[in-house]
């Protein structure tokens, strides 16, 4: 059984593209208009795991591990959106976005001891996690105090989620919980036959989707819109209790 503190650096994009075509009696315009919005941001929080683990052979330097394991993390990412439309000029603007990330499922280890005596260790693990990831994004502010998610009747300030949620009956579909799969790598050690500590690195490879949405016919147009996030990186280091 462990449990620690874990940093993530995480980033996403948010890609929109909407066409209009215009009919006239002996003439027809067409207009289009394109959005990416890239995510960076910093995530704290900690990480619990429990589960059992073997040696094998004479000298017990090898090893697997089995596991359960939740992480939850929060904090914020710089937004910035690059607009471009057929008619006008490029338009950036950025805001910050209050952030967390669920993350939870089952891993396996491999675990090497390159020390080992008088009950205390040191070694490499490296493995594999796989399971849930779930983004929990909240509500922001534009820098004059402008909601970015408004509600649409009220303007009540609302979250991300909120928004993207209420958006479901116009052909948009907000993915609460996303597969993901990590790379484990990192050091462990035990200072007596009880405790010991880990630290190292967990590296997600696949871009969650968030949030995806298509629509046609409204007004001649036709449009699409995609939203994913990913931790590039999470950092950790764990106190350890051997049973």
Request: proline share 1%; aromatic share 18%; net charge neutral.
């Amino acid at each position: 059984m462990e449990g620690g503190f874990q940093y993530s650096n995480f980033g996403g994009e948010d890609n929109s593209q909407t066409s209009f075509t215009y009919s006239f009696t002996y003439d027809s315009y067409s207009s289009t208009t394109s959005s990416t919005k890239t995510y960076n941001g910093n995530l704290f929080g900690g990480d619990f795991q429990i589960g059992y683990k073997q040696f094998f052979g004479k000298t017990k330097r090898f090893g697997l591990r089995y596991y359960v394991f939740f992480s939850g993390q929060g904090g914020s990412a710089t937004v910035t959106d690059n607009s471009y439309n057929a008619s006008s000029d490029n338009q950036t603007s950025s805001y910050n976005q209050p952030s967390a990330n669920l993350f939870y499922g089952a891993g396996i280890d491999m675990l090497f001891n390159f020390y080992d005596e008088n009950e205390k260790t040191f070694g490499m693990i490296l493995g594999v996690m796989g399971g849930g990831s779930s983004w929990l994004m909240g509500k922001a502010t534009y820098q004059n105090g402008t909601c970015v998610w408004g509600e649409t009747n009220s303007g009540a300030c609302q979250t991300m989620n909120q928004a993207l949620w209420n958006s479901n009956d116009m052909g948009g579909s907000l993915i609460p919980i996303y597969g993901q799969f990590i790379v484990n790598i990192g050091f462990r050690g035990n200072f007596s036959k009880h405790q010991g500590y880990e630290f190292g690195v967990r590296i997600p490879v696949i871009n969650d989707l968030y949030y995806t949405q298509s629509f046609s016919g409204f007004l001649y147009s036709s449009g699409t819109q995609t939203i994913t996030f990913r931790r590039r990186v999470a950092v950790y280091i764990n106190y350890v209790i051997n049973f």
